[in-house]
T-cell receptor
Framework: GAGVSQTPSNKVTEKGKYVELRCDPI?????LYWYRQSLGQGPEFLIY????????DSGLPNDRFFAVRPEGSVSTLKIQRTERGDSAVYLC??????????FGQGTRLTVV | DQQVKQNSPSLSVQEGRISILNCDYT??????FLWYKKYPAEGPTFLIS?????DKNEDGRFTVFLNKSAKHLSLHIVPSQPGDSAVYFC??????????FGTGTSLTVIP
């Protein structure tokens, strides 16, 4: 597809479970970002990849959060031992040459 | 610590009139600014950007103004249309690679 694709669009999980959220960026975009958006807030930075490496992971809230991008394209955000406070919309974006970022539609995560 | 602030959570404007959305930032190292538009259940959509070497950038009905000394930018939409009703986010980036977002302004254009 032409845009950033995120799957699943919705995920409900029980507290304590492990979840994986997938992002398929725009073809050819080397930069990939994960953001988290809570109700009434703007997107909050989590992690940035340039190619395969995590160039900046300073936004990850704690060590339960981890992201990979093994081949420099698709990325997976992994959350261990989920907590109710992790409930939010997780947004992925990609860009080329550090210009404007193009966002996917997001994954709405609900931890019950 | 909110580095990008949008102090107006909502704005209502009559169709055909000008919409002005405001954004303030605190980090003087920011050198690239963007506006995104977001509809419910969708991701943010890029609208327009401006580099700190400029003070104005125009694209059709949308114009972004940057006042570096005041650390302030604004988005003007003229004429406003009902389809412009959405949440607008201001974002900024600097020497790092992340974008810092404001909390958004919900614009309603009344037909």
């Amino acid at each position: 597809g032409a845009g950033v694709s995120q799957t699943p669009s919705n995920k409900v999980t029980e507290k304590g479970k492990y979840v994986e959220l997938r992002c398929d960026p725009i073809s050819g975009h080397t930069a990939l970002y994960w953001y988290r958006q809570s109700l009434g807030q703007g997107p909050e930075f989590l992690i940035y990849f340039q190619g395969t490496g995590a160039a900046d992971d300073s936004g990850l809230p704690n060590d339960r959060f981890f992201a990979v991008r093994p081949e420099g394209s698709v990325s997976t955000l992994k959350i261990q031992r989920t907590e109710r406070g992790d409930s939010a919309v997780y947004l992925c974006a990609s860009s080329s040459n550090g210009g404007e970022a193009f966002f996917g539609q997001g994954t709405r995560l609900t931890v019950v | 610590d909110q580095q990008v602030k949008q102090n107006s959570p909502s704005l209502s404007v009559q169709e055909g009139r000008i919409s002005i959305l405001n954004c303030d930032y605190t980090n003087s190292m920011f050198d690239y600014f963007l506006w995104y538009k977001k509809y419910p259940a969708e991701g943010p959509t890029f609208l327009i950007s401006i580099s700190s070497i400029k003070d104005k950038n125009e694209d059709g009905r949308f114009t972004v103004f940057l006042n570096k000394s005041a650390k302030h930018l604004s988005l003007h939409i003229v004429p406003s249309q009902p389809g412009d009703s959405a949440v607008y986010f201001c974002a900024a980036s600097g020497t790092g690679n992340q974008f810092y977002f404001g909390t958004g302004t919900s614009l309603t254009v009344i037909p």
